[in-house]
């Protein structure tokens, strides 16, 4: 029983007895009262009758006149004249008068007052004995009407004093509720802290286990700075802070394999030539320091909010992979600027020449013929000498469409006409059991069925995005009410930003709430880091539906996802660029176990990217990793 209902039943019992106390006492000294006032009437009454009857004794019939006048007069229950012998001579009586209180509460306080007793004299003879008696429900009703009210009195106050307590214990529990929702947090290891209640005993509660939460928070931020350092260890050029060659390639396969708007985007590549004529010239400390101007300014065209990536290859080759849908001769002419900058020192200004070669990435190529292009690139522009940048341009198949208004139009008969379909790779777990199916979007345009890597980066450009995405939400719940399978559905950072797309979204969560626990919603890591707040608000507003959601491509800031920790997220799935050749690398391994550790100590899942062998599989279980997807995975799941 609540502490609510407990007061009420207190407070009832409570009253209750007060007022069945109050009754007795006040019932008993009214009855008392009441029959000693009809005693002393009765016997008034009775003995100025008498006297008026005696003075007419002789006359029988004014003897029975005074008798009747007097009992029309008043209101008794009887008149009786009786003789001396014990014979009744007249009486009148009115005992069957009904009076408003119940019958119970008469036979519970009874009434019963002497009758008022006199002699009637006729001179000096008696002429008979007058019995008098004065009906009681005057006083009945007195008394039933102060006991009605003082029922009435102890319901009002004992309402009254229900309300208050009400209002006391919630004012007293709501401290103990944030407390309750605390620990719950802590239980599903969202460390979150409150503010202190006044009341001291919770108080006392409450900082411990604000302190508790604290305590962990502050072991995974520590933990996750330890991580970000040894990633840095391993990915990272120690001169210039720039990734190493390894680390970068195996970025732009992760971004190559990718089914979404940032699969699209431009590579650029510089080469800063003779650079050992250089170190020979101005000595190895001044390149050095050359050096880390260029990894510096290149670095600036990296800010957080975006997803671009700097890598040092060799040397003094040096690389920018900006994923999405960039124009590649402007991105190459940022590269060209900075490093001109970088190296405008009159001490070495004629030394340097700085090649610049640059290409787009079509979604879903090769590595290897990506890098024979943009090689081709470069080469060209090392051959003409005059600095300026060569841009490669792609072997794709020409398309129809070409610009923006047309692409505008395209998607939207698409999307009218309906004309979209979720491809389907599994998501599984260590022992091979289905978690999800990731479900990347294929529209028709033109005739044609496009994968997500294609169209989505135009569709990003006219501002589509909330459209797709929530038409992609529509068909994921349509597909899982069919076949009953959970899918996964990425949410684009766009549609993220939609108001009327979290809007739409949560209303049919809510419209179908059975098919909201199969669902897994996702956002890329640079999306939710980007979009902290709306991100937030989504999560707490789909969190109570049922729906799973989770982060894509975790890795290259990690280290900002605790900053989500108490949002109570439901899984991470991280980058393929961190599992690649993972069973070759033991930095790599290293870095992984203790990404999963922190992944677990918030109550997530971790899910590897983008697996490729068998090796890998083997090597990401012991490790830690609770799922994997990649060309790897099959159904069922063979080891």
């Known amino acids: 029983m609540s502490l609510t209902k407990q007061l009420w039943v207190s407070v009832a019992v409570l009253m209750a007895l007060a007022f069945g106390t109050s009754f007795v006492l006040s019932a008993l000294s009214a009855q008392k009262y009441l029959a000693e006032q009809l005693y002393l009437k009765n016997t008034d009454n009775a003995t100025s009758l008498a006297l008026s009857m005696s003075q007419v004794a002789d006359d029988p019939v004014t003897v029975e006149l005074l008798l009747s006048a007097q009992f029309d007069s008043g209101h008794y229950q ?270 070495n200004a004629g030394e340097c020449f700085l090649p610049v070669g640059a290409t787009a990435m079509e979604p879903g190529e090769t590595l290897s013929r990506l890098l024979s292009r943009i090689d081709t690139a470069l080469i060209t522009a090392e051959r003409n000498g005059s600095g300026a940048v060569q841009v490669a341009t792609t072997e794709a198949q020409p398309r129809q469409i070409t610009d923006l208004e047309s692409w505008r139009v395209a998607l939207n008969q698409a999307l009218d006409a309906d004309r979209l379909k979720l491809a389907r790779f599994p998501v599984v777990d260590v022992k091979g059991q289905l978690l999800h199916f990731e479900t990347p979007v294929r529209l028709c345009i033109e005739g044609d069925w496009l994968a997500a890597g294609s169209v989505l980066p135009w569709a990003a450009r006219l501002g589509l995005m909330p459209r797709l995405d929530i038409k992609v939400v529509e068909r994921a719940l349509e597909e899982i009410a069919e076949q009953g399978k959970p899918l996964g559905v990425n949410i684009s950072p766009e549609a993220l930003c939609d108001p009327g797309f979290r809007t739409a979204l949560i209303q049919k969560l809510r419209k179908a709430p059975q098919l909201a626990n199969s669902l897994w919603l996702e956002i890329s890591e640079g999306g939710a880091v980007r979009h902290v707040a709306e991100f937030r608000q989504l999560v707490q507003s789909l969190k109570p539906l049922g729906a799973k959601i989770g982060i894509e491509h975790v890795g290259p800031q990690f280290f900002r996802i605790g900053d989500l920790h108490d949002l109570g997220l439901d899984y991470v799935k991280i980058d393929s660029s961190l599992i690649r050749e993972i069973h070759e690398n033991p930095g790599s391994q290293a870095f992984l176990r203790g990404l999963c550790m922190i992944v677990h100590s918030i109550g997530m899942t971790a899910i590897a990217e983008g697996v490729q062998c068998l090796e890998e599989m083997r090597c990401l279980t012991s490790l830690g990793v609770d799922g994997m997807t990649g060309p790897a995975v099959k159904l069922p799941l063979v080891s």
Request: glycine content about 8%.
């Open 78 to 347: 009887f008149i009786r004249l009786v003789d001396p012998h014990g014979a009744v001579l007249t009486e009148h009586a009115n005992s069957a008068v009904s009076i408003g209180v119940p019958v119970w509460f008469q036979k519970l306080v009874s009434l019963q007052p002497c009758a008022g007793v006199a002699q009637v004299q006729n001179g000096w003879k008696q002429f008979g004995t007058l019995f008098l008696q004065s009906h009681s429900r005057f006083a009945y009703e007195s008394l039933w009407q102060e006991t009605r009210n003082l029922f009435f009195w102890f319901l009002g106050v004992a309402t009254l004093a229900g309300l208050f307590g009400t209002l006391a214990i919630r004012s007293i529990t709501r401290p103990l509720a944030e407390v309750v929702d605390q620990a719950k947090a802590i239980g599903a290891r969202r460390f979150i802290t409150v503010a202190e209640p006044s009341i001291p005993e919770l108080r006392t509660l409450v900082g411990a286990m604000n302190g508790l939460s604290i305590r962990v928070k502050k072991m995974l931020a520590d933990e996750s700075e330890r991580l970000e350092v040894l990633r840095k260890e391993i990915e990272h050029d120690p001169l210039t802070g720039l990734l190493l060659r390894d680390s970068f390639l195996k970025r732009i396969e992760s971004v190559l394999s990718r089914d979404d708007a940032s699969a699209a985007g431009g590579l650029v590549i510089a080469r800063m030539a003779k650079l050992a004529d250089i170190n020979q010239s101005i000595g190895r400390e001044a390149t050095d320091q050359l050096l880390r101007r260029v990894g510096e300014q290149l670095s600036a065209l990296c800010p957080e909010n975006t997803e671009r990536v700097v890598g040092r290859l060799r040397g003094g080759d040096f690389a920018l992979l900006a994923p999405g849908n960039n124009t590649t001769f402007n991105l190459a002419q940022e590269v060209a600027d900075v490093l001109h900058l970088a190296v405008n020192d009159p001490v």
